[in-house]
Nanobody
């Protein structure tokens, strides 16, 4: 069972930046696809970004609009989400997710393990 632990959330003013981190257990992290989702109060969990085992990235451009970057460091079993130009509507709990082995697919049900989430709050 892969375990995921997120960190890096917090309170930031609009226009600010945060970098979320997610550390995964498992010796074959390099073969996992990793994703970031978020869930705002009263809303469904939504896809934000994903990164393939080989570093290829996919974003929900309606959300990201060039502001977020997903990356991974396989030596550290860690995936990151750099978030710039944050807006109040980015306020949500952000979840890291792992897909192993990588099978493609970006939907919520396509992921096999989830972290506990980290709160991001953007004030106006």
């Amino acid at each position: 069972q892969v375990q995921l632990v997120e960190s890096g959330g917090g309170l930031v003013q609009a226009g600010g930046s945060l970098r979320l981190s997610c550390v995964a257990s498992g010796r074959i992290f390099r073969t996992y696809a990793m994703g970031w989702f978020r869930q705002a109060p009263g809303k469904e969990r939504e896809f934000v970004a994903a990164i393939s085992w080989n570093g290829g990235s996919t974003y929900d451009e309606q959300i990201v609009k060039g502001r977020f970057t997903i990356s991974r460091d396989n030596a550290k079993n860690t995936v990151y989400l750099q978030m710039n130009s944050l807006k109040p509507e980015d306020t949500a709990v952000y979840y890291c997710a792992a897909q192993y082995p990588e099978r493609g697919g970006l939907g919520y049900a396509e992921y096999d393990a989830w972290g506990q989430g980290t709160q991001v709050t953007v004030s106006s």
